[in-house]
């Protein structure tokens, strides 16, 4: 059973940032690329920021270009998301999402989902 499991979701203060971790464990796609989405009330799961299997492809939603990184370490299955200079527009469920298709922004691109962690930025 393939299982992703986010962390570091919290309150924060506008300006502030967040550190979210997504480890993988049990049986999931060899070779994964892995995203992050991430979905706040009334809104439909938006693509965050997504990184290839080996790094070398990474994509950003317009929204997180600048303040947002991703990265992975391959050796733990884990796969991160800084976040700095957050605001209360980020408010949000974060989801950690793995795949073997090619790293892409849709949630189609992805077979696997974590339970997601609240991000929530007040002003």
Same mark, same amino acid.
């Given at each position: 059973? !393939?299982?992703?499991?986010?962390?570091?979701?919290?309150?924060?203060? %506008?300006?502030?940032?967040?550190?979210?971790?997504?480890?993988?464990?049990?049986?999931?796609?060899?070779?994964?690329?892995?995203?992050?989405?991430?979905?706040?009330?009334?809104?439909?799961?938006?693509?965050? %920021? !997504?990184?290839?299997?080996?790094?070398?492809?990474?994509?950003? !939603?317009?929204? !997180?270009?600048?303040?947002?990184?991703?990265?992975?370490?391959?050796?733990?299955?884990?796969?991160?998301? =800084?976040?700095?200079?957050?605001?209360?527009?980020?408010?949000?469920?974060?989801?950690?999402? %793995?795949?073997?298709?090619?790293?892409?922004?849709?949630?189609?691109?992805?077979?696997?989902?974590? =339970?997601?962690? =609240?991000?929530?930025?007040?002003?």
């Amino acid at each position: 059973q !393939a299982q992703l499991v986010e962390s570091g979701g919290g309150l924060v203060q %506008a300006g502030g940032s967040l550190r979210l971790s997504c480890a993988a464990s049990g049986r999931t796609c060899s070779e994964c690329d892995m995203g992050w989405f991430r979905q706040a009330p009334g809104n439909e799961r938006e693509f965050v %920021a !997504a990184i290839s299997w080996y790094g070398g492809r990474i994509y950003y !939603a317009d929204s !997180a270009k600048g303040r947002f990184t991703i990265s992975r370490d391959n050796a733990k299955t884990t796969v991160y998301l =800084q976040m700095n200079g957050l605001q209360p527009e980020d408010s949000a469920v974060y989801y950690c999402a %793995a795949g073997s298709r090619g790293v892409g922004m849709t949630r189609y691109d992805y077979d696997y989902w974590g =339970q997601g962690t =609240q991000v929530t930025v007040s002003s």
